[in-house]
Each structure stands twice: as structure tokens, then as C-alpha cells.
């Protein structure tokens, strides 16, 4: 099964964000979901069954050594001519290390995790089927905050790709882990 690990987004922090994207929303990119909104922290891809038992353990130790954080959306931006994305504030280091720990739990089951060190906080938003200029869009969105909210587990979510509306890939959380050590 095709899986990842993420920081679920609250009903409202989706809300505030989508009332935001709204005006922006045309023809020219094709808009993620709002259902489809959260924080990877570390994408494994396919996961033979057998491993999942043990990818889900190592999620729970990992999300045990780190606390809730007060995370918000804000700010905007681009990954090249093909995506946008809403960014992250508030305790972004610990939810580095985190994705560090997930990247790292995945990898000890043999799944393919990305790599870390490069992770940044970040929502996407809509992706261009070509290249296309996305300046005009991480400019309207530039100066967006998100209310605060506390990211307080870890989900291991299963993408269905395909299985969502218009052929769009559909989420599945598999399970949750929560964040229960203590701030520094």
C-alpha cells in the first residue's frame, strides 16, 4: 500500500485556508482538495502489508519524544513552474525533527522515505500540468495566516490514488500517534 506520515490540519485552520484560496482558485492550475489538506512529514510510497505493524510502532516511539506544537499556515510559495503551496510557522524545528524521526521510522522498515533534511513545512495547494508562471499566485497569498492550532499526533496515512473525486487521490488514515514529550 502506497503510504506517508503527516500533521492532519483541524476542520478550521481548512476552513480559514480555503475561504483564502478561494479568490484565487481558476482554470490555469488544477486545485488539490481541501479534504486532501495536511503537513507530510515523511512519504514511504508502497509498504508491503507485513511491514505496516511495525512502520505504525516505530511512529508511536517517535511521536512519544516530541510535544504538541503550536503550528499556523502563513505565507506562500512555489516548488519551480509546477507547484504551489501555503508554508508553516511556529515550532517548525521541532516539526523537522519530526519529520526526521518518521523519515528515519520508515527507513527502518525498508520503506523508501525521503529524505529529511531537506523537508519544509508547507500545504500544497495546486499543481500546473505544465510549467507556468506561479508568481502571481505565491504573491496573493503572501501575506495569508492561518489561525494557530496544536498539532498534537502523527498520522499514518494510506493514498488511494485515484479513488478520490475526478480521479483525484483519496486519503485514508491508518492510524494516529500521539505527541506526548515534553518541550524543551
Not at 504538541?68 to 505565507?75: E, K, P, Y
Not at 497569498?141 to 502523527?154: E, F, I, K
Request: charged share 25%; aromatic share 6%.
Amino acid at each position: 500500500m502506497r503510504l506517508f506520515a503527516a500533521v492532519l490540519l483541524p476542520a478550521e485552520v481548512v476552513a480559514d485556508l480555503a475561504a483564502a484560496v478561494g479568490p484565487h482558485r481558476d482554470d490555469t492550475l488544477r486545485w488539490t482538495a481541501t479534504d486532501s489538506w495536511h503537513l507530510t512529514l515523511a512519504f514511504y510510497g508502497q509498504v508491503e502489508d507485513a511491514r505496516v505493524p511495525d512502520l505504525k510502532a516505530r511512529l508511536t516511539r517517535a511521536s512519544k519524544r516530541q510535544p504538541v506544537m503550536s503550528l499556523a499556515l502563513a505565507g506562500a510559495g512555489r516548488f519551480g513552474h509546477r507547484a504551489l503551496w501555503v508554508g508553516c510557522d511556529g515550532d517548525v524545528l521541532v516539526l523537522r525533527a519530526l519529520a526526521r524521526s518518521a523519515s528515519a521510522a520508515g527507513r527502518r522498515v525498508g520503506a523508501a522515505a525521503e529524505e529529511a533534511r531537506r523537508f519544509r513545512a508547507h500545504v500544497t495547494l495546486a499543481r500546473a500540468r505544465i510549467p507556468v508562471d506561479l508568481r502571481p499566485y505565491v504573491s496573493a497569498l503572501a501575506g495569508y495566516r492561518g489561525p494557530s492550532w496544536s498539532g498534537d499526533a502523527v498520522a499514518l496515512v494510506r493514498s488511494h490514488l485515484g479513488g478520490g473525486e475526478n480521479r483525484r487521490a483519496r486519503y485514508e488514515t491508518l492510524s494516529s500517534h500521539p505527541l506526548t514529550g515534553r518541550s524543551p
